[in-house]
């Protein structure tokens, strides 16, 4: 919600990757990385600059914490996806959460649902995935998304044919 106005955010069901450096198949030293991967470049949602934004977010009750069951980030955007970064981790065992979570202020709305405030985003992609810590649904692969502002194109690739290749 926005300015009077209410959209609903794009749903797209996420994919993960891992990918190893170079230095950890080379040398044995290095780490894997894992990122989230949404199709298309840019949300079909759009909202302008310097808004202040509500979304509200369904959850399975609304006594949790909001940080702890909702994250909203923002992507990186590549030629025909949106990636976050997620997590890495090293061959000694050690892992480290590098999901940047955007900073928020919630509070209930209804019985199940939170109201997430968010003013002065800059342009770019959003993702948002709220979590059951409860675990009564099976959504978890799904994540919300919305772009703030109009789409800035990829600067590193030409598109050569309307049909998306190139």
Known sequence: MYKDSVKP?????M?????TDAGLALFGIGSINTVII?????????????????II????????????VIRIFQFEVHHSSRKALIATADIFGSSNNKFN??????SKYGKS????????????????IVSNPNNRDSKSALIYCFGVGKPKAHSGWRQYN???VY
């Open 113 to 128: 649902s939170y109201d997430i405030q968010m003013s002065s985003l800059p342009v770019g992609e959003y993702g948002v």
């Open 9 to 13: 955010l794009d749903k797209e069901y």
């Open 162 to 164: 309307p049909d998306g």
């Open 57 to 68: 977010a369904k959850a399975s009750d609304n006594q949790s914490d909001p940080m702890a």
């Open 15 to 19: 994919a993960t990757s891992s990918k």
């Open 101 to 106: 979570s955007l900073s928020f202020h919630a």
């Open 38 to 54: 949404v199709p298309r470049k840019s949300a079909k949602t759009r909202v302008p600059e310097n808004t202040e934004l509500h």
